[in-house]
């Protein structure tokens, strides 16, 4: 993985582990930001979390 990033936010496609997914919401937890994604079949996924960087 390379140490480029992008700006997500709720409706932006991208592609993981060879599937097509969009961000469906942000849900807030205490150690940071978890993505739920949606796939082409409107399958939910909210196991992929996103780290917020240390300030």
């Known amino acids: ?3 480029a990033g992008t700006k997500l ?3 932006t496609h ?3 582990d060879g599937e097509t997914v969009e961000v ?5 937890l205490a150690t940071g ?3 739920i ?3 082409g ?3 939910l996924a909210r196991d992929v979390a996103a ?4 300030l």
């Open 9 to 11: 936010g709720v409706g």
């Open 51 to 54: 780290r917020t960087p240390d």
């Open 24 to 28: 469906a919401e942000f849900a807030s």
């Open 1 to 3: 993985m390379s140490g």
């Open 41 to 43: 079949r409107d399958r």
């Open 37 to 39: 994604l949606k796939d």
């Open 14 to 16: 991208f592609c993981l």
């Open 33 to 35: 930001m978890e993505v």
